[in-house]
Structure formats: C-alpha cells, structure tokens
C-alpha cells in the first residue's frame, strides 16, 4: 500500500488533523467546570496462536493493551494503545498501534436536549488512529450516536470520514456495546466493537466483528469489575482491506486477563 501523497490529499489530511485537534481541544476545555461521570483505566493481556497475517499466514503474538476512558456531561475521551510481542515464526516481528477518540456532546454544546426515544444524545466524533505495522496516520471526523438499548450500560454507532495516510480515503461505521449480565452468583461482562470500512480505488471493504466475553473474578473478593478472565474473538474479513488473495479470513479466539484501576 503506497502514500498517494498528492497535493490534495495532504490538503486534506491537514484539514482533518487540525478539525480532529480542534474537536479534541474544545472537549477538554470544559473539563475544569464540567461535571465528570467517570474515569477507567485498565491493562489487558491477550494471546492467540490463530491471527492472520501476509501471505495467507497464522501468526502468534501476546498483546498489551492499555485503555482509558472518560465520561463527562460535554462528551468523552477513549484512548487505548497495543504493543503486540510476536512469537514462533514472528518473532521480534513487534509494533505499537494506538488510537484516541473524543467525542463532543450536542446537547450539551447546543443546549438543546436531542435525545428521543431510544436515542439518547448525538455527539461529534472523531478519532486519530497512529502506528501499526505500516506506521499509519488516520484521522476520522463524523457523528456518534448512544442509543438506549435494554441489557446494555451503553450501546453506540459511529459514522466516519476516513482520511488514510497510506490508502484512499474511505467511510467507516461503527458499532460499540457493553452488555454486563450475570449467572447464578457469577457475572460476566459481553462487549466490544463492530467496524465496516468501504472500498476505495486502491483497496477492499473490510468488515471486523471483535467481541469479549470476560468473567468478572473481582466479585468474588468484594472488587466487582477490577479483575477480568476471558476470551477475545476476532472476525475479520479482507483484513487492511486487502483482500483474501494475500491474508485469508481471520477468524481468532485469544485469552484473555484485563486488570481495570
């Protein structure tokens, strides 16, 4: 995959960076006098021997991943970073990938209640996406949306603009839920993501359906939501929009322990 690297598009992408820093920078400003529902940082540890790789190749690797999340009445703030170790035959094959998403309530901006029905607010969003394997760049400008979904805490679907630094610029939707739920004297906790990106001119729609189911061990010792076990599966299908003649359908089921703080 190569940088276009055309006027227009650093044009573009210029644009964009300063639209995403200026929707991050108004998110913050309130955050002195604004009131704050919540703040969580967590570190996960995952490992699978079943990720899917260049040449239509299973590739081992442990991952760390840590996130932060905030929820204030302007918006919020998600940040989550990845260091993957490869293993086997990827070996030393390392990289840092990581993206940081705010959101800017419009209700709260406009003063103006647009929650209804199930909707409960619309938010301006975005999200700078950097590393990874080819070093990537990518900004994102849309809208989100929280919906009020039974048996969820939150349930949310984002539409995107996608400027790529290294591939056409394309569209991106995406869905995110958490789903707590319990089984005898046992809770558990079902979330994740859902993201479909269109084609371009120089690559294929994607789709990747990444969802945890994650046993909440912390109960047991009066902690409930501190100390997690469980599995991560990954669906997905023309991974990097590349298509299955050079990486096949992912289809991975990692373990996983996430320690929340």
């Known amino acids: ?31 002195a006098h604004a009131e704050k529902f919540f703040s969580d940082s967590s570190v996960s540890l995952l490992y699978s021997d079943q990720y899917e790789t260049f040449g239509n190749q299973t590739r081992t690797d442990t991952y ?19 260091r993957n170790q490869g293993r086997g035959t990827a070996n030393d094959d390392d990289d840092l990938y ?36 080819t070093d990537a760049t990518n900004v994102l400008t849309g809208l989100s949306f929280a919906w ?22 394309d569209w991106q939707v995406t869905l995110t839920w958490g789903a707590p ?22 690559h294929k729609a994607d789709f990747h359906f990444n969802p945890q189911l994650k046993w909440d061990l912390g109960h047991y010792s009066g902690n409930p939501g501190v100390l997690y076990a469980g599995i991560e599966y990954s669906y997905w299908h023309n991974k990097y929009g590349i298509g299955e003649e050079l990486i096949d359908t992912e289809s991975a089921v990692s373990a996983l322990v996430k320690f929340h703080f």
């Open 1 to 31: 995959m190569k940088d276009r690297g055309n006027t227009d598009t650093r044009a573009t992408s210029t644009v964009m960076k300063s639209g995403l820093l200026a929707l991050a920078a108004i998110s913050m400003a309130p955050a």
């Open 64 to 82: 760390v991943t840590f996130e932060n999340v905030t929820a204030h009445d302007w918006g919020g703030t998600f940040l989550f970073v990845d």
């Open 98 to 133: 990581g993206e940081f998403s705010p959101t800017l309530s419009l209700s709260w901006l406009s003063d103006v209640e647009l929650g209804r029905g199930i909707l409960k607010d619309v938010s301006l969003a975005g999200t700078y996406e950097f590393g990874g394997g």
């Open 148 to 169: 009020d979904v039974p048996g969820t805490v939150y349930f949310n679907s984002a539409f995107y603009y996608v400027n790529n630094s290294e591939i056409s610029d």
């Open 181 to 202: 739920f319990e089984l005898g004297a046992s809770r558990f906790l079902f979330d994740g993501y859902i993201d479909y990106s269109s084609a371009a001119s120089d």
